[in-house]
């Protein structure tokens, strides 16, 4: 088509530069340069990738053993080491399979898309879109208010910072968009530092935790008699933790966006598209180190905090509260290493939302505008971080900073996803005829499912808010598809040989189309067609092609278009189509004769039955209706030179 393309302002072609690689479907494309961001496509050393999640998973030790305390009480190493215990029996296999089954980052919600099709799987899709949503704005916002928290608490600021809170996590939120605008490098470099900063703060902590707890032999003493009297015997201790464990569930949130940043593994040079197989070890090894490490210091933080720490100190209003850590570091460090501390956790937690957003940058692009459910620029990197810093604005605004408000929503949408990733992986392991994973994948399902029922149950505001979010994707995204229902969704054309001959043989004359629905394909049907469009447009001859589309899944947006060739009883010749929308084939296959033999095509139709209404009801939803209108209406977006546009004939 030619159309005259203006060079694109420098604030445009900045936004549009460099689309991600988790943007990138394989044979869709957009109007980017993708060069400057080509490094980025190599791929990072697993360790560094790993640091990227672990802002997110690592974080949550700025608030999960308060959170422990608070649930379980004396009961808190026992609960966490049962939460260890499904991390490590149960998520870390599911995840390693998810990346096997899934390598470039769609993870378990690609895997169930394929056992649905049409509208339904769509649909269900967006579901899970809305619950990935759910939890990973969460993930930003929520980090950046316990930051903000623990800024605020700090004692030698909160005299000054005790009512900004709301202002410090909007502007956390906006620092963390201003690093993804700059680049997905420097994220990952921060990350590392962030990560290694932290962690090694945290050990010294944790031994000088350990350490207090050897030389006051009395505290160990102490919770083990409590223990006791409290719940009898070991038994009844298990019972308990299984009870609160969903509460801890927050503890297992850095599963889904391991995954989800998988394109960014470097692999080893041979892995191609369809076998990465470099990229699925590293990966794994990714997943099952950041495991391993968050076990160890979830079980030593829990142990420490709950032997150290007096039990109205993690109530609200005490020093404690989201913040045991913390405490500690001030406590038994001093208050100049609690400030480093102080600093450390509020850093790491405010870019804990860098992997949620990058999994939000892996996720979105590579779904919604395949499905024509996102305006084409959803697949660069810059607008979609400035639409969700927007969207964890407003989220912020909503429950006014809080980490309370925010929690439910967060353990929501992380145990959804992890119950979702536990299905899919038992379905596979199923099809693969793997009955020893079949067994241990269901029970892992059993647990994640039990753990997010029960959940809901207690927070109900958290499936609340996930519908918010997902009922806010799907009305978006409809419109978004009703936007483009008019656009040439179809990317190539390929004719085959018989096909080839048709076109060839009529570029010296007229070249006239009949769009026909295929019914008995009888020899009548074809000689009763072309006699109607005679009568109709009064053409004399029977110099005609028919074009006949089937529509396989009308959910679909963008396909190829592959157009074969017959003749049919000896003298019809016949092209066969198929795609998801009848007027979009038929309108790129014109579009393609016209240029491939330089003479305009003309197409004739017949006028469809019916209220114009419904039809284009049909054509939304199922890529039929008013097919002679809808087709014209393609061809006029596609081309805008009317003088070059392909004809369209109705009777």
Not at 318 to 338: D, S
Not at 510 to 533: G, L, M, S, T
Request: glycine share 8%; net charge neutral.
């Amino acid at each position: 088509m030619a159309t005259t393309e203006h060079p694109p302002s420098r604030m445009r072609a900045w936004m549009l530069e460099g689309l991600a690689d988790m943007g990138k479907g394989g044979t869709h494309a957009t109007q980017a340069a993708p060069e400057p961001e080509q490094h980025v496509h190599q791929g990072q050393r697993w360790w560094r990738v790993m640091c990227l999640t672990g802002v997110d998973y690592f974080s949550t030790l700025g608030y999960q053993p308060g959170i422990a305390a608070l649930a379980a009480g004396l009961l808190s190493p026992v609960a966490t080491i049962v939460l260890v215990i499904v991390t490590l029996a149960g998520a870390l296999p599911v995840y390693r399979r998810v990346a096997e089954e899934s390598p470039h980052g769609e993870g378990s919600i690609a895997m169930l898309e394929r056992l649905l099709s049409f509208w339904k799987g769509k649909l269900f899709v967006l579901t899970l879109l809305g619950f990935a949503a759910t939890d990973f704005l969460i993930t930003i916002t929520l980090s950046a208010a316990d930051a903000s928290t623990h800024l605020v608490e700090n004692p030698h600021l909160t005299s000054m910072l005790h009512d900004k809170q709301m202002l410090i996590t909007l502007i956390l939120v906006a620092l963390l968009g201003a690093v993804f605008l700059k680049g997905f490098l420097e994220a990952i470099g921060v990350a590392v530092y962030l990560v290694a900063a932290y962690l090694s703060l945290n050990v010294v902590v944790v031994i000088v935790g350990m350490w207090h707890v050897v030389t006051q032999e009395h505290v160990v003493t102490d919770w083990t008699s409590a223990l006791t009297t409290e719940h009898g015997n070991v038994f009844a201790m298990i019972g308990v933790s299984l009870l609160v464990f969903p509460k801890l569930a927050l503890g297992l949130s850095g599963f889904e966006t391991g995954v989800a940043v998988m394109p960014h593994v470097e692999g080893d040079p041979d892995d191609t598209h369809d076998n990465p197989k470099g990229r699925i070890r590293d990966t794994k090894k990714l997943l099952t180190t950041a495991a391993l490490i968050m076990s160890v210091f979830l079980i030593a933080t829990s142990f420490i905090t709950t032997v150290l720490i007096p039990e109205k100190e993690f109530k609200a209003g005490g020093q404690a509260n989201g913040r045991a850590l913390a405490y500690l570091a001030h406590e038994y460090l001093g208050n100049a290493f609690g400030t480093v501390y102080d600093l450390s956790t509020i850093a790491i937690l405010w870019f804990a939302g860098a992997s949620a957003m990058a999994g939000l940058l892996n996720l979105m692009p590579r779904y919604l505008p395949r499905y024509g459910m996102a305006p084409h620029w959803a697949r660069a990197v810059r607008p979609m971080v400035i639409v969700f810093t927007l969207v964890a604005f407003l989220v912020t605004w909503i429950f006014d900073a809080s980490v309370d408000a925010q929690g439910g929503a967060y353990a929501t949408g992380v145990l959804v996803l992890m119950s979702s990733a536990a299905i899919a992986v038992t379905i596979a392991a199923r099809r693969a005829q793997q009955r020893n994973w079949t067994v241990v994948f269901g029970i892992v399902s059993a647990v994640l499912l039990y753990v997010t029922v029960v959940n809901v149950i207690e927070r109900p505001d958290g499936v609340k808010i996930g519908a918010c979010f997902i009922a806010g994707i799907i009305l978006v995204s409809l419109l978004s598809r009703l936007a483009r229902a008019f656009e040439l969704r179809v990317t190539s054309v390929q004719l085959d040989p018989m096909a080839e001959r048709f076109i060839r043989d009529m570029a010296s004359r007229k070249i006239r189309f009949v769009a026909n629905e295929p019914d008995r394909r009888d020899k009548a049907e074809y000689r009763e067609k072309i006699e109607q469009i005679r009568n109709d447009n009064d053409i004399p001859g029977e110099d005609f092609v028919f074009v006949e589309v089937t529509v396989l899944d009308a959910s679909e947006f963008e396909a190829g278009l592959t157009v074969r060739g017959e003749v049919l009883h000896g003298r019809y010749r016949v092209l066969t189509l198929e795609s998801s929308s009848i007027p979009n084939a038929l309108a790129a296959l014109m579009l393609h004769v016209r240029d491939s033999t330089s003479r305009i095509p003309h197409m004739y139709f017949e006028w469809t039955e019916g209220n114009p209404f419904a039809n284009f009801l049909r054509f939304f939803l199922f890529g039929q209706g008013e097919v002679a209108p809808v087709t014209r209406e393609v061809l006029r977006e596609a081309e805008p030179d009317r003088t070059r546009r392909p004809r369209v004939h109705t009777g």
